[in-house]
Every structure is written in C-alpha cells, then in structure tokens.
C-alpha cells in the first residue's frame, strides 16, 4: 500500500501568494506529527538576521520538540525547518522573547541557520514542492517591505 | 581632531565620531561625500545591522586601510564596506540593482555584537583587493528611539537615512 506524503500550504493572504510544501515524515516523524497537530499556524512573517535567505514564523505558544534530522548544517531553497531555542540560550530576549519556537522556511541558496552563538541545527521536516518561485519573491520583498502575514495549514 | 558626523533616521538622530587618527584616508574620502541621503535596509546575515548603500555619484571605492578588522564588531560601530562583483555569486534581488553585485555601503551596527565581515556573503574566505572593509566612525550614543527605528527596517521596510558633517 502507498502512503502519500502529507502536504501543507503556505499562504501570504497579503500577496495572494500560496506554495504547496511536503512533509518528511520518513526523516522527521516526530517532528512532521507535531507540527502537523499544531496547524493551522498564522502570525507574521519575519525576515532572518542571521541565516541569508530565511524567513522564520513563531509558534504560538511555544512547541518543543526534540533535536531530529538535523541539519548539517547547510540548508536548501524549498526547506522548511523547525527550531527551538531555550530560554537563557541567547543574551536578552531576542525578539521579545525568553524562550521561543518557530518555523522557518528557506526561499534561495546561500543560506544556514545562524543565531549569535553561530550555526544552529534545526529539524528539517518538509519541502516545498509548488511555487518555490513565489516563496522567493515574497522573502525578498519582506527585506525591503518588513514582515508578512502569513498562513501555515492542512492541505 | 576627530570629525563627528550625524546620522538622521527616519526623524532619529545619533551622533558618530570619525576615527581620524587609525583610518584618515577612509574618513577623506567619506567626509567628501556628505551630505548624503538614500534609504536603509535591514542586513541578514549580521545580526543587527543595517545598511545605506552608496550608489551613483557617491559610490566609494576605498582600498583596505586598517588590517584590524576580524573579528566580530559592536554595537555602535559604522564599516565602509566595498564588495568587488566577483565576490557574490549570483545577485542579490533584493538590493537595488546597481548594488545587486558590486557594491559599497556604509554598515551601521545598532545591537549585540554581530558577525559583521565574516559573515558567508562578505569575505569568508577573504580575497584580499576584492573586498575592504574599515571601521570609519563610532556612535557616542545610540539613542533609544534611534535604536527602535533600525529595527523598523526589518518589520516595516527600507528607512529614510541621511548622513551630514557635523564639524
């Protein structure tokens, strides 16, 4: 029997842009289950400073799941990963917050996920696989233009 | 003397001094060019900096001056910065296409310490003649509503930046 991968799409109601993603769930289970529970996802869309071309969205309330398929620490265009930072991981309250998760999506190469202390691994849990093209367009506009609404849920 | 020179983002002003005495050359050639206004852009891949390319006219191609630059950079700490078009492969679409390859920009550090020039996109590895990158200038103070506005430059977009000689 074939099991078809799960699928989720990502929407920028703003921009009427949609993007369909696959979960990984052969390399990621643990992680595609939960964030597969924790859909649909909505907030804003945040460009990195760290990480090249990534745009990140938290999880509200935070998720934590544990370190799985991990990068390697380099990620490519069309990678959606997860990563949770503890709290006192980092000096201050990045972005506002002690502790926080999020997903984050890679829309063009030259890209690793970064934070002060230097690379981070993350779990990479899907792909997406229709309208890389517009993802991109979108994460360079948010360089010039600031945040993003955006919708992560059940295709 | 140091020259000092002000910095007005967006309506928020902070004050930088010119480090004359390591890097006058640099400071020259870079007082010659003000006034000078453009619109600021949020960096992603150091951390809390932002960016006022220097295009047209006032584009600045300054050969390496100061060699102590590795190594992260604090906050308050203004780069020249000049990238020959050989060092990005590709193009960056989301700059300006003038600067979309070659480029020189003025790299204003506003938060915690970042990664600055060892950043990918920059001179890791280095290529000595195709980049420079010289800390010209630092703020005496960064005022809060200062800060707030750089950080504008990621959430909200590009910011109205203007750069003048103070004395």
Not at chain 1, 82 to 95: L, V
Not at chain 2, 10 to 17: E, N, Q, R
Not at chain 2, 113 to 134: C, F, K, N, V
């Amino acid at each position: 029997m074939i099991t078809l991968a799960k699928s989720i799409i990502l929407t920028f109601p703003g921009e009427k842009v949609i993007a369909k993603a696959e979960l990984l769930e052969q390399d990621a289970a643990i992680t595609c289950n939960a964030i597969w529970k924790t859909l649909p996802v909505k907030g804003k869309a945040i460009h990195d400073i760290w990480s090249g071309h990534v745009f990140f969205v938290f999880l509200d309330p935070t998720v934590v799941i544990e370190s799985e398929n991990l990068s390697r620490p380099d990620v490519a265009p069309g990678d959606l990963f997860y990563y949770y930072r503890p709290a006192h991981y980092f000096r201050g309250a990045p972005y506002g917050r002690l502790e926080a998760s999020e997903i984050g999506v890679v829309y063009d190469r030259d890209s690793q996920p970064r934070g002060p202390r230097g690379v981070k691994l993350v779990n990479v849990f899907g792909k997406i696989t229709e309208n890389l093209d517009g993802v991109k367009k979108i994460g360079n506009q948010m360089i010039t233009q600031g945040n993003k609404d955006f919708v992560i849920n059940k295709a | 003397m140091n020259r000092k020179i002000e910095f007005n983002l967006a309506g928020t002003k902070a004050i930088a001094i010119m480090h004359d005495d390591r890097v006058p050359k640099t400071c020259d050639a870079i007082w010659k060019i003000l006034p000078i206004e453009g619109r600021s852009i949020h960096a992603n891949w150091s951390n809390r900096e932002i960016m006022l390319h220097l295009g047209g006219k006032n584009f600045l191609k300054i050969e390496q001056e100061d060699s102590d630059v590795e190594g992260p950079v604090a906050p308050g700490d203004i780069r020249y910065y000049y990238r020959a078009p050989q060092m990005s492969r590709g193009s960056q679409k989301a700059y300006d296409p003038q600067f979309s390859r070659e480029l020189s920009e003025f790299a204003i550090f506003y938060g915690f310490p970042s990664g600055g020039e060892t950043d990918p996109i920059r001179s890791r590895p280095s290529q000595p003649g195709l980049t420079a990158h010289m800390l010209f200038a630092t703020f005496e103070d960064i005022p809060n509503d200062f800060l707030l506005k750089c950080w504008d430059n990621r959430t909200k977009g590009l910011q109205q930046i203007s750069v003048r000689r103070l004395e």
